[in-house]
Every structure is written in C-alpha cells, then in structure tokens.
C-alpha cells in the first residue's frame, strides 16, 4: 500500500522568505505524486504532480517539487513566500487505480 | 465549464440517521471517487467509481455506500450515523480510466452530527 509522511504539521515563514515542506512517501511501485494546496472554505487545488518524466517539477504559484527516488522524497519549496499561500498543503501518492492516499498535512502560515 | 459540485455544502444531522450527498462531476468525466477529511487530518479515500462501476473501496464500515449513475452522477450515503462521521466528505472527478489523470475535487459537503 502506498502512504505518504509529512512531518511539521504547522510551519511559519515570513513573508518573502523561503518554504520548504517535506514529504516522504512509500510505494510498491513506481508512483505517482502530487502536491495539492487547501485554501480555508474552499475546495483542493492541484499544485503540482510528478509522473516518471522530469525529477524537477513546476507548479502553479511559483512552487516547484524534487522527486528523489533514492531519498523516496518529494519535498515542495518556493523561493518567496506571499500571504497569499497561507493554506494546508497536502502531498499525496496515487496508486495505480488512481486511488490517492493524502498525507496528514502541513498548515502554513506566512507572517507579515 | 462547471467544475466538481456537491449538494448539499453543509447539514446536520442526529445520530442514527440516514444521510445522501451527492456529486456531479466535470461535464466528461467518467470517473468519480469520494473522500473523508476529518478535522485536522488528510482525505482518506472511501469509493471509486468508474462507467458506473465500483472500482475501489477503502477501510470504511459497510455503513457507507455510494452508487454512480449514468449521467455519471454519484452519491454517497451513510446509514446509522456516528458522531465520528462528522466530516468534510469530497468528491473528485478525472477524466479517463483511473491511470494516473488529475482528479478534480469539489468544496465538499460538511457533515455534523449531533
């Protein structure tokens, strides 16, 4: 079964700052990863996803994933931090139906 | 294009109820898969429905079921309800056979029991 950790389940960072979230997943396989971002009331946006082409993927908002087969990581970071992307970033593994397993969350939250 | 909706956005409901939430995907999506996201945690997967099939069903009590019709339409339903089932319950659609697609979610339906 596919699983996905992510540890610091809040984080700050100062506006204009750098984020970093990690994630580690386990798979039996070759997976498929994801990055999706939670906005209060509002429903799950795609970030960003990994399929077995490029190791370095760009997301929407300036955010940009590394996936890591050796490390079985895919850590997200962005160079500068906005208000605006305070939110609960999920990373998340699918298997190979497509049934995607969520991570517990990382709650960001970004000081002015 | 409309994207993901559920009905209803939030309700309530006592303890040993029945309850119906509904899901209509993406205009051309043929799959639909539903999700609980308890406070504080991430969605865990509860269905996958495929042309109306279920393809996939997570750790959940035979209390939960969900059904998908050919409008590709679906809905969720919980019987005997437990103050645990108060949750976010979302509902993602993708376009072709579950193989790696984008799924889609909508905002979800919030359900309290009391």
């Known amino acids: 079964a596919q699983s996905v950790t992510q540890l610091d389940s809040h984080v700050s960072v100062s506006e204009g700052t750098p984020v970093l979230l990690r994630c580690n997943y386990s798979?039996?396989?070759?997976?498929?990863l994801f990055w999706y971002v939670q906005h209060p009331n509002k429903g799950l946006q795609l970030l960003l996803k990994y399929t077995s082409a490029a190791t370095l993927v760009k997301g929407i908002n300036g955010f940009e994933a590394e996936f890591k087969k050796s490390e079985t990581s895919f850590h997200l970071t962005k160079p500068s931090a906005h208000m605006s992307d305070a939110a609960e970033y999920f990373c998340?593994?699918?298997?190979?139906?497509?049934?995607?397993?969520f991570g517990k969350g990382n709650q960001v939250v970004v000081i002015p | 294009d409309a994207g993901v909706t559920q009905s209803p956005t939030h309700l309530i409901k006592t303890r040993g109820q029945h309850v119906t939430l509904r899901c209509s995907p993406i205009s051309g999506h043929k799959s639909v898969s539903w999700y609980q996201q308890v406070l504080g945690q991430g969605p865990q997967f509860i269905f996958q429905y495929y042309e109306k099939e279920e393809r996939g069903r997570g750790n959940f009590p035979d209390r939960f079921s969900a059904r998908q019709f050919p409008n590709y339409s679906s809905e969720l339903n919980v019987n005997a309800l437990l103050l645990g089932d108060s949750a976010l319950y979302l509902c993602?659609?993708?376009?072709?056979?579950?193989?790696?697609?984008?799924?889609?979610f909508g905002q979800g339906t919030r359900l309290t029991v009391v």
């Open positions: 998340v593994v699918s298997d190979k139906d497509n049934r995607l397993a």
């Open positions: 798979s039996s396989y070759s997976p498929s």
């Open positions: 993602a659609s993708s376009q072709e056979a579950p193989m790696n697609t984008e799924a889609f």
